[in-house]
């Protein structure tokens, strides 16, 4: 299936989590494979054409109509047949499932990030499932979530003196609390002087202003030594590859999937920090727990905690190209062979 020169077609997600699962995805593919990466984006003329084109793509038609059919239904980036054929196509949620049918339709190898919700399996080559959810039949499952953390980019463990804080924000019916805020901080200021390592802070899409502006005002109330405070809503925020590449240990929310599985990519000892209890969202919560029966992370509850014990906390192990890549050339040969057939 894919040659060496072929590419990596991403259908853009507005989520940027999800985005960048799809990237690091894409980043692992070219490693492998070779080819180049790109961002398409495809939309649909209307909700009509929409149904409609979800009704033709199931029925049985000849490869060669859908170069004419996807101008008619669709505007965008799209590329043509002798771009796509080989190739691999990632898609994401609800809105990249039937883009990537159409490049599958064209000769590409489709690869999509989460539950179909609205196409049958079998139009999808390999549907990978979102951590912490519970995997279907025809779902694969990674250990964590896939990232665009570079190994060769990271100092070796023995030579990382960081310590780095990365909050996420709201989500669902989780509202942190200021305290929450103040306190994750002071718990990671006092881990940070015993452990003699240099604290980092970052925040997230999803931390918001206001929570940014709290931990400023905690710094400075505080006078807390931070070698580096990376806010999201007021400065240009470096990747967490960069700021991980020289973490020994990252102090992450808990409701954040993707830093903490960023972190584990990026083997710094991961510290999952919550309020009160872990988030009520299975996923989430199955995920940690998970991670923490494979001893790959430590819990901590903010608010009824004093301090963060760290000697026993071990650098994970987890990693999730391997597999995943096991997986695309499994995959790829049985659809080879039935090609052959």
């Known amino acids: 299936m894919p040659a060496k020169s072929k590419d990596i ?5 507005s989520i940027l989590g999800d985005q960048n699962n799809l990237l690091g995805l894409a980043e692992a593919l070219k490693n492998e494979f070779g080819g180049e990466i790109k961002l398409v984006d495809i939309r649909f003329r209307s909700r009509v054409l929409e ?10 038609h000849e490869s060669k ?54 196409i049958p399996y079998n139009l999808i080559d390999m549907t990978i499932a979102h951590p912490g959810h519970v995997t ?8 964590c979530a896939p990232s665009s953390i570079d190994e060769e980019k990271l100092l070796p463990k023995a030579k990382r003196n960081d310590l780095l804080v990365a909050f996420g924000g709201n989500t669902g019916s989780l509202t942190y609390s200021r305290y929450f805020y103040e306190k994750t901080l002071s718990l990671a200021a006092i881990a940070a002087e015993r452990n003699r390592l240099t604290l980092k802070i970052t925040t997230s899409h999803r931390t918001g202003l206001r929570n940014e502006e709290i931990i400023q005002e905690y710094i400075q109330d505080k006078s ?13 925020v470096p990747s967490m ?21 960023e972190a584990l990519a990026a083997s710094a000892k991961t510290v999952a920090i919550y309020e009160h209890a ?24 903010a608010i009824s905690s004093d301090d963060i014990e760290l000697a026993s906390l071990q650098f994970p192990s987890v990693s999730w190209k ?3 890549l096991s997986a695309v050339h499994r995959k790829l040969n049985k659809k080879n062979i039935r090609a052959a057939a």
């Open 322 to 324: 391997t597999p995943f």
């Open 65 to 118: 109509i859908w170069d004419h059919v996807t101008s008619f239904f669709c505007v965008g980036d799209i590329p043509a047949k002798e771009e796509v054929d080989g190739a691999f196509v990632l898609s994401t949620l609800g809105a990249g499932e039937l883009p990537a049918v159409y490049l599958s339709k064209l000769g590409a190898f489709s690869i999509h990030l989460g539950e179909l919700k609205r």
């Open 224 to 236: 807390l030594k931070v070698e580096q405070l990376a806010l999201y809503n007021q400065s240009d």
């Open 278 to 301: 872990l988030p009520k969202e299975e996923r989430i919560s199955r995920f940690l727990e998970e991670q923490l029966c494979n001893n790959q992370i430590m819990l901590i509850d």
């Open 9 to 13: 077609f991403v259908v853009r997600c």
């Open 51 to 60: 149904t409609l084109f979800l009704h033709l793509i199931q029925q049985k």
């Open 241 to 261: 590859g960069f700021l991980l590449s020289n973490a020994a240990i990252a102090l992450i929310s808990a409701e954040s999937v993707s830093m903490i599985s």
């Open 136 to 143: 279907k039949v025809d779902e694969f499952k990674l250990p």
